[in-house]
């Protein structure tokens, strides 16, 4: 119900009322959709099922009581500001008729209208809070980006009050800052406010303030900055600003005299964003700000790969280093994914219970990296495989290693995987996304790679060369441009539109994929030598934030090799697809046999997107004899190896059928090849390859006795895109008498603990003559 006014008691007053109105400008009544302006007190919730943690049916607590929006006039830019209100950096998409099913009580907003520039989603037109005329099948929801705000905790619930805080920080170099490398490791502590960026009062400053601002920063520690130079350098701006009125000093001067925004910071050191520390604030009409004292000052210490200079890295290199016994797996970008964990020599996760942005920084400043941007749960980078080491994790923050906190050890039965733990760290601003850029694409996140080269003062865009572009080299590309993961890589470009940009800058490069930057990877320099030079053969990538990931169950490979001797009539089929060793030719068919090291195989695809065939199904290849289609050339190597990496054996098999076997419990087989049927494995799925399927064998009819390396690797090259390529690798001990073959020690190339690889590559096949 509306008030009643005073305007209506008497027509005097009626009078009285409308002559104020005139006279101060308010507006006539109006039937417009009302506006409210500030969000105190409001909560803000994602809710509904099935989502994911990033998106669903939007709800908001006012006066105690939880309700929802109508989906009446809902737009994109409604949705941009809920999930800034949710704590997201931007809306992907929304959903109207209750997609996330039905909500309870009242439905605060309907006919919301906003223009986009609002800051809070009370600014925006409606018909007024709890003035709707629709029911709860017309629930309006979001989709967020996944990836929060700077100072967002990862919480599904945020509360929303208007009051100063830090949301960024950056450093300011007094001295050569034109000329001093990105990143940025000393300078002086700026904040960004509502109005802009300021410094900080350097009174009471401490060194676990610098800690924070460093980790803010994307570095893992901090180091003692030379106060006197900064001392000297003040006196001398105060003394040329006192000579020369208008010269530069005076207005450095001024400008430091004038630019205080905050001040009275104190920090215990483990808080992962300045914001959670108390914070005094400059009022506005303060007059006199830092009195007899300057700019605080902070010098950071960066990880190793974010080493400024050839001499930190040397530094850091002369330090001993032990075993890394954390790892981030998953991620999209550096510095995000999985965690994961090394105890007893195998890797496993960690569950997410109790997991807050305390551990999570701890992970990340263990890694190099600064505190953590998000501590996230539910498996947002995928699940893992195999053992959950630890859960209930405790970190005051001062740890050095996540081994170091309070934690409970699990048994499988006290978490799954669905609650694998993942971190988003801090990362140094590099600037390595400036000198790179696409063209031509129907997206941002596909098109023709041209980068910059050349000094700083004469910088010029080109593109790269085609030649030996593939899968790792678009993979740096992407990570570099902050699109993610490389689904392709395309060494051709002519259906992409290069406008008037035709010189070709960078011929040659070969990446490992772990590079940050193009620049760091191996190219012919300043000359270019490119055996195609028009600009259709030029280099182009398309880009993407999930990519899968394929993981061996190794120890199936261990459990179920055996030797079996084939007749020779039974393998016509074998030899038309030359899946057994040359000296198969040179048999007397039908007569005899070949010796078949034979072994089940399990791939599991751990990604965050379905594994597909490279090839459309309009380029798969119909194998008669087997009556299946081959989508990949070469899916799996098989090889026999000797102690120094001498192949003596090998077998490939082609991806004549990549299907779903077994899923998940919550997951939905996706792919069958019956029928010509599309082939792939989907997320939380695994194709299984029986030992007694044709080709899943290694002829090893031609190798003597002795101790050997059995090695399995998928997606040998590299023809599809994965987020990890260093697990695609296993290898097992195997020792073969002439008779019998004993495989063990059967592991994952980046699974086992360095000592035991070492002991692994010195002596293979002598820890053990039976089955482990």
Same mark, same amino acid.
């Given at each position: 119900m509306r008030p009643v006014s005073v305007c209506q008691w008497s027509p005097l007053w009626l009078l009285l009322c409308l002559l104020c109105s005139l006279c101060l400008g308010s507006p006539a009544p109006s039937t417009a959709p009302e506006k409210k302006a500030g969000s105190q007190g409001l909560r803000f919730r994602l809710a509904g099922f099935p989502r994911k943690p990033y998106e669903g049916r939007v709800e908001i607590q006012r006066a105690g009581e939880w309700g929802t929006i109508c989906d009446d006039d809902f737009t994109m830019q409604a949705a941009h500001i809920l999930c800034r209100e949710l704590g997201f950096t931007e809306a992907t998409g929304w959903t109207h008729s209750a997609k996330y099913g039905p909500g309870t009580g009242r439905i605060w907003l309907d006919n919301l209208s906003c223009s986009g520039s609002e800051k809070s989603i009370t600014e925006c037109a409606s018909r007024g809070w709890g003035n709707s005329d629709c029911t709860h099948d017309e629930d309006a929801g979001v989709i967020c980006k996944d990836q929060r705000l700077p100072g967002f905790s990862d919480s599904n619930v945020i509360e929303v009050e208007h009051h100063l805080q830090v949301e960024e920080v950056r450093l300011r170099p007094a001295v050569g800052r034109g000329r001093r490398p990105l990143p940025v490791t000393e300078g002086l502590v700026e904040v960004r406010l509502p109005d802009g960026w300021s410094q900080v009062c350097d009174k009471g400053w401490s060194a676990h303030n610098s800690h924070v601002v460093c980790g803010m920063l994307g570095f893992p520690n901090e180091k003692r900055v030379n106060t006197a130079f900064y001392r000297k350098l003040r006196k001398r701006a105060a003394k040329a600003s006192a000579r020369r009125p208008k010269s530069l000093g005076r207005l450095l001067a001024q400008r430091q005299q004038h630019s205080f925004g905050l001040h009275g910071v104190s920090c215990m050191g483990t808080e992962a964003h300045l914001s959670l520390c108390s914070l005094e604030f400059y009022r506005a009409n303060d007059t006199t700000r830092c009195p007899g004292g300057g700019p605080a000052?902070?010098?950071?210490?960066?990880?190793?790969?974010? $080493?400024?200079?050839?001499?930190?890295?040397?530094?850091?290199?002369?330090?001993?280093?032990?075993?890394?016994?954390?790892?981030?797996?998953?991620?999209?970008?550096?510095?995000?994914?999985?965690?994961?964990?090394?105890?007893?020599?195998?890797?496993?996760?960690?569950?997410? #219970?109790?997991?807050?942005?305390?551990?999570?920084?701890?992970?990340?400043?263990?890694?190099?990296?600064?505190?953590?941007?998000?501590?996230?749960?539910?498996?947002? /980078?995928?699940?893992?495989?195999?053992?959950?080491?630890?859960?209930?994790?405790?970190?005051?923050?001062?740890?050095?290693?996540?081994?170091?906190?309070?934690?409970?050890?699990?048994?499988?039965?006290?978490?799954?995987?669905?609650?694998?733990?993942?971190?988003?760290?801090?990362?140094?601003?590099?600037?390595?996304?400036?000198?790179?850029?696409?063209?031509?694409?129907?997206?941002?996140?596909?098109?023709?790679?041209?980068?910059?080269?050349?000094?700083?003062?004469?910088?010029?865009?080109?593109?790269?060369?085609?030649?030996?572009?593939?899968?790792?080299?678009?993979?740096?590309?992407? #990570?570099?441009?902050?699109?993610?993961?490389?689904?392709?890589?395309?060494?051709?470009?002519?259906?992409?539109?290069?406008?008037?940009?035709t010189e070709v800058v960078m011929s040659g490069v070969r990446c490992t994929g772990?590079?940050?930057?193009?620049?760091?990877?191996?190219?012919?320099?300043?000359?270019?030598?490119?055996?195609?030079?028009?600009?259709?053969?030029?280099?182009?990538?398309?880009?993407?934030?999930?990519?899968?990931?394929?993981?061996?169950?190794?120890?199936?490979?261990?459990?179920? $090799?055996?030797?079996?001797? #084939?007749?020779?009539?039974?393998?016509?089929?074998?030899?038309?697809?030359?899946?057994?060793?040359?000296?198969?030719?040179?048999?007397?068919?039908?007569?005899?046999?070949?010796?078949?090291? #034979?072994?089940?195989?399990?791939?599991?695809?751990?990604?965050?997107?379905?594994?597909?065939?490279?090839?459309?199904?309009?380029?798969?290849?119909?194998?008669?004899?087997?009556?299946?289609?081959?989508? /990949?050339?070469?899916?799996?190597?098989?090889?026999?190896?000797?102690?120094?990496?001498?192949?003596?054996? %090998?077998?490939?098999?082609?991806?004549?059928?990549?299907?779903?076997?077994?899923?998940?419990?919550?997951?939905?087989?996706?792919?069958?090849? $019956?029928?010509?049927? %599309?082939?792939?494995?989907?997320?939380?799925?695994?194709?299984?390859?029986?030992?007694?399927?044709?080709?899943?064998?290694?002829?090893?009819?031609?190798?003597?006795?002795?101790?050997?390396?059995?090695?399995?690797?998928?997606?040998?090259?590299?023809?599809?895109?994965?987020?990890?390529?260093?697990?695609?690798?296993?290898?097992?001990?195997?020792?073969?008498?002439?008779?019998?073959?004993?495989?063990?020690?059967?592991?994952?190339?980046?699974?086992?603990?360095?000592?035991?690889?070492?002991?692994?590559?010195?002596?293979?096949?002598?820890?053990s003559n039976q089955i482990v």
């Open positions: 000052v902070v010098s950071c210490v960066p990880g190793p790969l974010y $080493a400024a200079s050839s001499g930190q890295k040397k530094q850091q290199q002369l330090k001993p280093q032990g075993e890394a016994r954390v790892r981030l797996k998953g991620g999209a970008h550096p510095g995000e994914g999985r965690v994961e964990v090394l105890k007893a020599g195998t890797w496993g996760t960690v569950c997410d #219970r109790k997991w807050d942005l305390q551990a999570a920084s701890v992970v990340c400043r263990e890694l190099g990296f600064g505190t953590a941007r998000e501590a996230l749960s539910g498996a947002r /980078m995928g699940q893992g495989m195999d053992a959950i080491h630890l859960s209930e994790v405790r970190c005051s923050g001062q740890e050095l290693s996540l081994w170091k906190c309070s934690h409970k050890n699990i048994t499988a039965e006290d978490c799954s995987h669905s609650q694998d733990a993942g971190v988003r760290c801090n990362l140094p601003y590099t600037g390595v996304e400036t000198k790179i850029r696409l063209s031509g694409g129907r997206s941002r996140y596909e098109g023709r790679v041209e980068v910059q080269v050349g000094g700083p003062g004469s910088p010029r865009w080109g593109l790269i060369c085609g030649d030996d572009w593939g899968t790792l080299e678009a993979m740096v590309a992407c #990570r570099q441009l902050g699109l993610g993961y490389a689904n392709h890589g395309l060494q051709e470009t002519w259906y992409w539109d290069s406008g008037n940009l772990t590079e940050l930057s193009l620049d760091q990877c191996a190219h012919h320099g300043t000359h270019v030598a490119c055996k195609r030079t028009e600009t259709r053969f030029t280099a182009g990538v398309i880009c993407s934030e999930t990519a899968s990931d394929l993981l061996l169950h190794s120890a199936l490979v261990q459990e179920t $090799a055996y030797i079996e001797d #084939r007749p020779l009539h039974m393998l016509y089929c074998a030899a038309e697809e030359n899946c057994l060793s040359s000296s198969a030719r040179l048999a007397n068919w039908p007569y005899g046999h070949r010796r078949l090291l #034979r072994f089940s195989s399990q791939i599991h695809n751990l990604g965050r997107a379905d594994f597909r065939p490279k090839a459309g199904r309009h380029s798969w290849v119909w194998h008669e004899c087997h009556g299946h289609y081959h989508s /990949m050339d070469v899916f799996t190597h098989y090889d026999i190896l000797t102690p120094n990496g001498t192949k003596v054996a %090998e077998g490939h098999k082609a991806s004549f059928c990549l299907e779903d076997t077994e899923c998940q419990e919550d997951v939905s087989k996706r792919y069958e090849c $019956a029928n010509f049927g %599309e082939q792939g494995i989907t997320v939380g799925c695994w194709d299984l390859y029986r030992h007694d399927i044709d080709c899943q064998w290694i002829d090893i009819t031609d190798v003597k006795p002795g101790n050997y390396i059995l090695q399995v690797v998928i997606n040998p090259n590299f023809e599809v895109a994965e987020s990890d390529f260093t697990n695609n690798a296993m290898k097992c001990n195997c020792k073969y008498d002439g008779h019998r073959i004993w495989v063990h020690n059967c592991h994952i190339g980046d699974a086992f603990s360095e000592e035991a690889n070492r002991k692994f590559e010195r002596y293979p096949g002598q820890t």
